[in-house]
């Protein structure tokens, strides 16, 4: 069985799918992944528990990062590197500085939220084998997927067949790896 | 009993229309990408757009050659119709991010079908802004000395300066909202690129839809970065247009030094900007037969909008006048009078009545109704706020404070022709944008479409 990537059960509805997220992981099953065309209220719970700070707090970073920068680059270049006296006011004059400071901050903390998403979500990768099924186009569009991975110790092709036609999956298909 | 206006839209009315399933949203708004050939109006209004894009180069090339003598430009009046217009686009740009993060920010269900649409328009009107000034600088090709990067070239820009915070602040706009609007339409892009048929097509929206799958984990990360991103941009462009209000302030002009700019002009970019996507909402869902998804309940919605910024630029308005009658300086005063009666007098008073009298019309229920009405209302609103950027940025110069330097300013065939040619350069990126990419966010109208369902 090792030329399979996985196992689809597709459902049409939103509450189905959940239904069979929860199912599937009272089953034992640890691998397994739902594709569903918009993001499911409660779902993310079910498959993915615990809670997640890794992509706030990198964009918390990006933006801490980006205020240091930019209050650097204009302290540096008025204090330390060129210093005119613009009528009298100190070198360091940090009011004026605070628009650039905020500016680069904002950038910072939304470009770390933009590669932090990609990487989180290993992205940029153009194929997958799930491309290969014929029911996964509708995945973006109309139906709800839920793929257990051959990698689970509890993976059993027949058993998951059987499992996803009593969850009521209009479809079952293996995906080749 | 509870008491409603006539005509007014009930609580929980459907934000669109009952017959939009999961299926059709998505084939009905892929279609319109994925079509071989472009509607006739599509090319028509293309074409129009291209033309006017030809009269933008022309201009420039002129300009670069001439230089900026050939505008109306001159002393006193040395900032010419060009940094009005990039008043006037900054603010309808921000608008774009006005109705996309901060209502995104409220849950407001009308935002859902209207924010791609605000976001294509703000990511075409902001270029349009940068170019203005850019335009004006009398030695454009230098204007990358505002970037801070400097020792190579030994010379740094002036932090202190409000004209380099808007130079930094319309920078890390533009780079600002091309992530924003590309976090959002990446699952959008998936969904094209899976009802692709022909192959050229399915690379292309296979590449930019860098292989997202739609997992549960993707989402989660999506949700969290855009609700985050969004709670960024809704202050960051506060801060835009702020800045620009300060380029004004700055400066000891009389009508320019005045406190009162920065909120004077992020009022006018909510009025302003909701005023173009009311009408490019209107436009597309005609063009394109959206009328399903883009209902009443948005147009309503966003009148609604439009009528609390005229309200908010009515107090705007309101310390215009008191600022000069009260404040005690001459200088201000006349330039106020010139302003009201002078040689700015047309088109002060028109700018009151479409940005201010016109749109009270709104508060009527019929009025948010009538598309018609409405097209006509938001064109009237977008005018007269051209008409306001002119007023203060060239009246106030006109009349300075001493006598002797108050002078006229006319705007010459090359003024208008970089009006016309930037119109021609932000409707040539929407066109594109209209052709290319998913006009309505689909990943969003689908939460939409499935709370209506289960209601």
Redesign the interface.
């Known amino acids: 069985m090792s030329d399979l990537f996985g196992i689809i059960g597709v459902f049409d509805t ?1 509450d189905a799918v959940k239904n069979a997220a929860i199912r599937v992981r009272d089953s034992g099953y640890r691998k397994f ?8 209220q409660g ?2 719970k079910i ?2 528990p615990g809670t ?1 700070w890794g ?2 707090v990198l ?1 918390f970073g990006g933006a801490v990062f980006g205020a240091a920068w930019g209050y650097w ?2 302290a540096w ?2 204090v330390v ?2 210093p ?1 006296n ?1 009528g009298g ?1 100190p070198y360091n ?1 940090w009011p ?2 605070t ?2 400071t ?3 901050m ?2 910072c ?3 770390a ?2 590669l ?3 990487a ?2 290993r ?6 084998p ?1 491309f290969e099924a014929r029911s ?7 139906r709800f997927l839920v793929c257990i991975e051959a990698t689970d110790p509890r993976f059993d092709a027949a058993a998951i067949g059987v499992l996803f036609t009593e969850l009521g999956a209009e479809r079952i298909e293996e995906v080749r790896a | 009993m509870t008491m409603t206006f006539a005509g007014e839209m009930p609580v929980g009315a459907p934000v669109v229309a009952p017959n939009v399933t999961l299926t059709s949203l998505s084939e009905e708004v892929t279609s319109r990408v994925l079509m071989r050939r472009a509607p006739l109006w599509w090319w028509a209004g293309f074409m129009i757009a291209f033309l006017l894009l030809t009269v933008l180069a022309i201009q420039m090339g002129w300009l670069f050659v001439n230089g900026i003598g050939v505008w109306g430009v001159d002393i006193p009046v040395a900032w010419g119709l060009a940094l009005a217009e990039y008043v006037w686009w900054i603010a309808l740009a921000s608008g774009g991010t006005i109705v996309s993060a901060l209502f995104f920010l409220t849950r407001s269900p009308w935002r859902s079908a209207t924010n791609r649409i605000a976001e294509s328009m703000l990511l075409s009107a902001a270029p349009c802004a940068g170019l203005m000034p850019i335009m004006h600088l009398g030695r454009p090709g230098l204007f990358y000395w505002l970037f801070p990067y400097s020792t190579v070239m030994g010379i740094w820009p002036q932090p202190r300066s409000p004209l380099w915070w808007d130079f930094i602040c319309l920078l890390c706009y533009i780079l600002m909202s091309l992530m924003y609007y590309y976090t959002g339409i990446l699952p959008d892009l998936a969904t094209v690129r899976d009802l692709a048929q022909s192959k050229s097509k399915q690379i292309f929206y296979g590449i930019l839809a860098l292989g997202w799958r739609g997992s549960t984990q993707e989402w989660g990360h999506q949700r969290v970065v855009y609700a985050i991103m969004s709670a960024i941009m809704a202050p960051m462009v506060i801060s835009v247009h702020s800045v620009v209000g300060l380029d004004f302030a700055g400066g000891l002009t009389p009508g320019w030094h005045d406190t009162q700019f920065p909120p004077y002009f992020f009022f006018g970019a909510v009025i302003s900007g909701t005023a173009l996507i009311v009408m490019l909402t209107i436009l597309v869902r005609w063009g394109y037969g959206l009328q399903d998804l883009l209902t009443a309940y948005h147009l309503n919605a966003m009148a609604k909008v439009m009528l609390v910024g005229s309200l908010l630029l009515a107090y705007a308005y309101v310390w215009e006048a008191f600022g000069p009658m009260y404040g005690g300086s001459v200088a201000d005063k006349t330039e106020f009078f010139h302003r009201v009666f002078g040689f700015t007098a047309a088109p002060f008073w028109s700018e009151k009545i479409l940005t201010v009298a016109v749109p009270q019309l709104l508060w009527l229920p019929f009025v948010r109704r009538n598309v018609p009405l409405l097209l006509l209302i938001s064109t009237g609103i977008i005018i007269g706020m051209w008409q306001e950027r002119y007023v203060f940025v060239i009246g106030s110069l006109e009349h300075n404070y001493m006598p002797s330097s108050w002078g006229v300013y006319f705007p010459t065939v090359w003024d208008w022709a970089a009006l016309a040619g930037t119109i021609g350069l932000f409707l040539t990126l929407f066109f594109l944008f209209l052709r290319f990419a998913p006009i309505v966010s689909l990943a969003e109208v689908r939460e939409i479409v499935e709370e209506e369902r289960s209601k």
Do not use: C, W
């Open positions: 939103p992944e739902a594709y569903t065309p918009y993001p499911i779902l993310d498959l993915h997640k992509l706030p964009m680059i204009q270049s008025e590197n060129y005119i613009v006011r004059s004026a500085f628009v650039g905020f500016e680069f904002v950038l903390a939304v470009a939220g933009l932090g998403l990609l989180a979500s992205l940029p990768q153009l194929y997958h799930l996964f186009a509708r995945a973006s569009r109309d």
